[in-house]
């Protein structure tokens, strides 16, 4: 793209543009981190998780306070008007997924080491894949401004949804065949639906990039699933 | 290019220009230019120095007459009537499509004579009362009858630049004109003084078909709900406001709009 006649104008977009990418980042960080704690049960990676989110929420005030300081200083009009919009919006949604990913984190000391939960834990490193995956994508389609990168992460929510489904019932099932897990087995519905939410939040990202590279809302999806436990 | 990707299609225009072209001598000012006007609407022209929009706004009540060299071609209508026949009276034109410029210029009259000069010439108040109202009317219009209601008969240049341009626009509404022109009307202006005649635009809107030529773009955003770019003596793009400052469709308007003019 051009570069605008006033060129400090370039450099607080740069700017506004650069702290997106690491808060997204470290959110994937935190999410990859959260699960590989939750498999290992290492709490020490857990408290660095729920540490890092201040660095996450710390970048999204900045981005706040920047996007401001653009729109009162520089009057942004058009794609760049779009694009600082965006970058808002983004940001409290990164700073949601951030807060998803700590309270994973959070979790891991009070899903104890258990030989027995392995069996209904066995999707979860799988489905947090998928997530994180998710919000890579949409962090580089934002960076590309790529609206076709960002639709094929909206399309991809189906799959985190369709493996919360399967988490959900295995869960179930496996709580009333195990009573004495049903305190552990609700922390780890909790990490399921907290993912799952983490897809949503990324799909939104997802729209929000498309709207700001093209000035168009993003083409409605065709909903595939019917299972209601994904839309709880 | 199609004309339907860069315009905008009105259903009732007031004026309507089809295929002008102005040409200074050899150089040609306006190419090829057709765009719509309605009466509901601000519209704004847009554009760099140079790009013709000043030029354009100009052939909507035959300024570019006075220039000498100045030759137009193509159709410009005034409710369907074309306004460069030979059968069109100008200085009727003129009352109709009325004009404020840059810089105020009122007459070096009283804030009354300012006002009553174009109504006396073209016999719009029988008597001394019928002028007083319209006078009072027209300097309401303007927003400037608070203001100047107790000194009518001290200069009109003794106003504040803001004072004398409201004044002006007074001036253009005492003789019933069906659209007004403003060139760059702010642009001598303050903030406040702008804000209002911004305001005064508003207000406006709608009893007269209002053309405004601004280099402000924040102005054209404010006061506008039609906006049409001009570059290098083509009409780029002309569109609903908002869609043109947050989803302009040509890459000319974009790089303008955010700056990256270059």
Not at chain 1, 128 to 134: D, K, L, R, S
Not at chain 2, 114 to 133: Q, T
Request: glycine share 6%; hydrophobic share 45%; aromatic share 6%.
């Amino acid at each position: 793209m051009a570069e605008h006649t006033i060129k400090a104008f370039d450099d607080e977009i740069d700017r506004l543009r650069g702290l997106i990418a690491e808060m997204g980042g470290r959110a994937e960080a935190a999410i990859e981190n959260a699960m590989l704690a939750l498999q290992r049960q290492d709490l020490a990676l857990a408290a660095e998780v729920v540490q890092g989110d201040k660095r996450i929420d710390a970048i999204e005030a900045e981005v706040e306070k920047l996007v401001i300081e653009v729109i009162a200083l520089r009057a942004p009009m058009a794609n760049d008007l779009r694009d600082v919009i965006a970058a808002l919006k983004i940001v409290s949604v990164i700073e949601r997924i951030g807060d998803y990913a700590k309270n994973i984190a959070k979790r891991v000391p009070l899903i104890a080491t258990n030989r027995q939960l392995l069996e209904p834990m066995s999707l979860l490193p799988s489905m947090g894949q998928v997530a994180a995956e998710m919000v890579h994508d949409v962090l580089n389609a934002y960076a590309a401004r790529d609206p076709d990168l960002a639709q094929a992460v909206v399309e991809r929510d189906a799959v985190v949804d369709d493996f919360y489904n399967s988490v959900f019932r295995t869960l179930v099932t496996f709580m009333v065949e195990n009573p004495k897990t049903i305190s552990e087995c609700a922390h780890l519905l909790f990490v399921a639906k907290h993912i799952e939410r983490i897809g949503d939040h990324a799909t939104n990202v997802a729209e929000m990039v498309y709207y700001a590279a093209t000035g168009q809302t993003m083409p409605e999806r065709e909903r595939g699933g019917t299972d209601v436990q994904a839309e709880i | 290019m199609t004309q339907d990707q860069i315009n905008l299609a009105i259903a009732n225009p007031k004026m309507s220009a089809r295929d002008v072209n102005v040409f200074y001598g050899e150089k040609q000012a306006i190419k090829r230019v057709s765009i719509d006007v309605d009466m509901d609407n601000v519209t704004a022209f847009i554009g760099p120095s140079g790009c013709g929009k000043s030029t354009f706004l100009r052939t909507l009540n035959r300024m570019n007459d006075t220039v000498a060299s100045a030759r137009v071609e193509g159709e410009i209508t005034l409710d369907g009537e074309d306004i460069y026949a030979s059968s069109m009276d100008v200085v009727q034109l003129r009352a109709r499509v009325g004009m404020v410029f840059q810089k105020p210029n009122p007459f070096p009259k009283s804030i009354y004579e300012n006002i009553a000069y174009g109504p006396r010439i073209h016999g719009l108040a029988a008597s001394k009362a019928d002028m007083d109202v319209v006078v009072e009317k027209s300097l309401r219009r303007a927003g400037l009858w608070e203001e100047v209601k107790d000194r009518l008969h001290d200069s009109g240049t003794a106003l504040s630049g803001g004072q004398q341009q409201r004044l002006c626009i007074g001036r253009a509404i005492a003789v019933e004109p069906e659209v007004i022109l403003m060139d760059e009307p702010c642009s001598a202006l303050d903030p406040i003084a702008t804000a209002k005649i911004e305001e005064l635009i508003h207000e406006l809107r709608g009893r007269y078909a209002i053309v405004i030529v601004t280099h402000n773009m924040q102005q054209a955003a404010r006061v506008s709900q039609r906006t049409a770019f001009f570059h290098l003596g083509e009409l780029v793009e002309y569109g609903v406001t908002s869609d043109i400052f947050t989803n302009p469709r040509q890459e000319r308007t974009k790089d303008y709009i955010t700056g990256r003019y270059g």
